[in-house]
């Protein structure tokens, strides 16, 4: 039989003990619902699939390159909530939250990188002029419909740091569908960032600042490749070169042309091999990679 002595104090221990279990799974669950919760919501796979191109495009109208080269930088992601947050559905009294698979700067960037490239001006790696973007807001509210609203901050600089132009642009859209459709998400604020991007390619203080920041003799991109007429694919110029030799022209000549070509991707040694077997001129070759 247990000592009645004893019992008392190993009750009581006990008793103290489950409290104390208890009090803290009560404070693990109290920490960790708040996180689930957060996590509930649809998750999208970020692509940019813009369905109001052409319209943004032909408003905006041909944007020709307003000054030198430029180099694009990372997109930084400045959003005071939540990264991976992108929307919000607020159609019934339950919030379902929208969270994107992936991050929103890396995104961000390589939608300006091809469509910077697209419009004529290829990011130019070293050139003295850089610009850097930094994303201020991106989001989606779903009520009846999906509104989109993308805001980037862009800053145009020399490569030292000294500062040229700055402006913050901003891009909106709005599409109806069907709630909580990951496809609705990726188009609206597909057109939301197109509006954006080509607000600042268009916006006259920005061409300005640019058309003026002719970059420092000497420096990369203050020769030949601030001279640019046109840009081109390697296999478009090694076309337009092997048409103007039909024409009639010297190996001089083409050099001297292609010396005013920038490219939209850096000659590789197979586009030298494939130039040489076609026909174009070493001194050609050689312009091509000054």
């Known amino acids: 039989m247990p000592d009645p002595r004893f ?15 208890l009090l803290g799974g ?21 692509k940019y699939i813009p369905t109001e191109a052409e319209e943004v495009l032909e408003k905006r109208g041909v944007m020709p390159v307003g000054g030198a080269p430029f180099e694009l930088f990372n997109a930084i992601d400045s959003r005071p909530d939540r990264l991976d947050m992108i929307g919000r559905n607020i159609e019934k009294r339950e919030v379902a939250n929208v ?15 091809n469509s910077l490239r697209d419009w004529g001006t290829p990011s130019t790696p070293n050139a003295d002029l850089v610009v850097e973007p930094e994303i201020l807001k991106l989001f989606v509210v779903e009520e009846h419909t999906y ?13 030292d740091g000294t500062e040229i132009w700055a402006g913050v642009v901003g891009g909106a859209a709005s599409r ?16 939301a960032l197109l509006s954006c ?15 003026k ?17 046109e840009t081109l694919s390697p296999e478009a110029a090694k076309s337009k070169l092997l048409a103007l030799r039909e024409a009639g022209l010297d190996d001089e000549a083409l050099a001297a042309w292609i010396r005013k070509v920038g490219f939209t991707r850096p000659l590789t040694a197979d586009d030298l091999i494939d130039w ?6 070493q001194a050609a070759i050689k312009a091509a990679l000054e």
């Not at 805001?151 to 490569?159: E, G, M, Q, S």
């Open 7 to 21: 019992e008392a104090p190993q009750q009581e221990a006990h008793r103290r003990q489950s409290a104390v279990l």
């Open 26 to 46: 009560a404070m693990l669950l109290s920490a960790w619902l708040p996180a689930l919760a957060q996590r509930t919501g649809l998750l999208v796979t970020l």
């Open 99 to 113: 969270f994107a698979r992936t991050p929103v700067g890396p995104w961000i960037t390589q939608v300006l990188f």
């Open 147 to 159: 509104k989109a609203e993308v805001t980037i901050k862009f800053r145009l600089k020399r490569r």
């Open 176 to 191: 109806f569908g069907r709630s909580l459709k990951e496809e609705n998400y990726q188009e609206v604020l597909s057109d």
């Open 197 to 211: 991007i080509s607000k600042f390619w268009a916006d006259p203080s920005f061409r300005e600042a640019w058309a």
């Open 213 to 229: 920041s002719k970059p420092p003799q000497g420096s990369p991109g203050s020769s030949a490749s601030s001279a640019r007429t």
């Open 276 to 281: 040489r077997g076609s026909g174009i001129p």
